[in-house]
């Protein structure tokens, strides 16, 4: 029986493999745990209480895919959420109570207010 010894890897040489095969490895562990490859942050719901005519928090900032559910708490004062500029939401009629949901697909600013009541603006940022 003859063995052969291999001659030694010249430097650096394991890690490159090293690095080149934890690539597909790590895509592989990606696929199992059922994220794709370079997925992003997931998608969230955040809650805008609408209350003593303002809405808290003014500013919700979600990643693209994510909702956000308007909760009606004013039960003698009635309001609606309508969306300004180009990019477009309403919720249906105005009313004391309930919630109104809308899932944000595009990154940008969605501005938006109450139309009943002028100095109530607020903002969704969507990255």
């Given at each position: 029986m003859i063995r052969r010894?291999?001659?030694?890897?010249?430097p650096g040489m394991n890690r490159r493999r090293s690095r080149i095969s934890a690539l597909p490895l790590a895509a592989v562990a990606a696929l199992v745990a059922g994220v794709a490859p370079g997925a992003g942050v997931a998608a969230t719901t955040k809650r805008v209480v609408i209350k003593d005519i303002e809405?808290?928090?003014?500013?919700?900032?979600?990643?693209?895919?994510s909702k956000v559910t308007w909760?009606?708490?004013?039960?003698?004062?009635?309001?609606?959420?309508?969306?300004r500029g180009?990019?477009?939401?309403?919720?249906?009629?105005t009313k004391n109570t309930g919630s109104y949901?809308?899932?944000?697909?595009?990154?940008?600013?969605?501005?938006?207010?109450?139309t009943i009541h002028a100095n109530m603006r607020a903002k969704?940022?969507?990255r």
């Open positions: 010894s291999r001659s030694p890897a010249p809405f808290t928090p003014a500013t919700v900032s979600i990643s693209r895919g909760l009606w708490r004013d039960a003698n004062v009635p309001h609606n959420v309508a969306s180009t990019k477009r939401f309403r919720s249906a009629g949901t809308v899932t944000f697909k595009k990154a940008g600013t969605y501005r938006y207010v109450c969704v940022v969507v």
